[in-house]
């Protein structure tokens, strides 16, 4: 049983977090390299989420192409004395058409618990703003058998208090910690497990519909073309390998062919 296709987007999804890196030259050139591929994509959903300060760069450099343009993280509230934090209406502002939520670095770097996570989720649900919730298990929770224990903690704050119909812009990316910027990527058979468990929590809420579930860590064109080809995976969350022209338009071309 593979996820219900989504209304609002659909997979292969192929998501590109730039994370803080590219200036807006490099960020300029890599989108406009990103774009023209996409143009000649024919099935697959490609995003990008550029850091704050080259948003307008991108979404200039993608104008007119299949490309859609998102945020590495948004706030729950539309204004006032939070330093550092950036709106929906400020995204919206942009043309900015998506949020990432609660990345690895984030959590573990920035400190962010599932309550804050779910939070800046629901906020962006609630407008209908597509929302990739990012999950994921540390070495050393998976070590402790913990892994669907930190899933389920991580995934309940934000199902449990979504509003029908809200699901369909939710994108769920389970990135295991260890896997992320490592070179670790994990095995199919942990990437299924853990994306059949993500389902099933949905599908306790709502029967009908599941969001796309993306596999995030260490994703390359050399271990691409197994990931994709599973049933239980609806695309990618790319760090390193969205930073290079050739290596993402290789992601792109391995997504077409699934
Ligand atoms: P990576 O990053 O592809 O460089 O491992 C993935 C992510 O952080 O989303």
Redesign the pocket.
Same mark, same amino acid.
């Given at each position: 049983m593979s996820p219900a296709p989504m209304s609002t987007v659909h997979s292969p999804l192929l998501v590109g977090?730039w994370?803080m890196n590219l200036l807006r030259k490099d960020a300029r050139d890599l989108a406009q390299a990103v774009a023209e591929t996409a143009r000649a994509a024919k099935k697959t959903e490609i995003w990008i989420a550029p850091p704050l300060t080259a948003m307008e760069t991108v979404l200039q450099a993608v104008q007119g192409s299949p490309v859609k343009v998102g945020a590495q993280n948004v706030h729950w509230e539309k204004r006032g004395a939070f330093t550092g934090e950036v709106s929906l209406p400020m995204l919206k502002d942009l043309g900015t058409w998506f949020a990432i939520v609660g990345?690895?670095?984030r959590r573990h770097i920035f400190g962010e618990p599932n309550d804050l996570v779910a939070r800046r989720a629901l906020a962006a649900l609630q407008e209908s703003f597509p929302t990739i919730l990012?999950i994921g298990e540390t070495q050393k929770e998976r070590e402790e058998k913990r892994t669907f224990a930190v899933i389920k903690e991580s995934l309940a704050p934000v199902l449990d208090q979504m509003k029908a119909g809200e699901m369909e812009n939710l994108v769920i990316?389970y990135?295991p910690v260890w896997?992320?910027?490592?070179g670790n990527v994990a095995t199919i058979a942990q990437i299924e497990e853990v994306h059949r468990f993500i389902t099933e929590e949905c599908h306790k809420r709502a029967q009908h519909t599941a969001p796309l579930i993306l596999y995030?860590?260490? /994703?390359t064109p050399d271990n691409f073309t197994e990931i994709i080809n599973s049933p239980w995976v609806s695309g990618a969350? /790319?760090?390193?390998?969205?930073l290079k022209p050739e290596s993402f338009q290789s992601l792109i071309q391995i997504a077409e062919k699934s």
């Open positions: 977090n994370k990345h690895s670095e990012c990316a990135e896997a992320i910027g490592t995030g860590g260490s /994703v969350l /790319v760090g390193g390998a969205s």
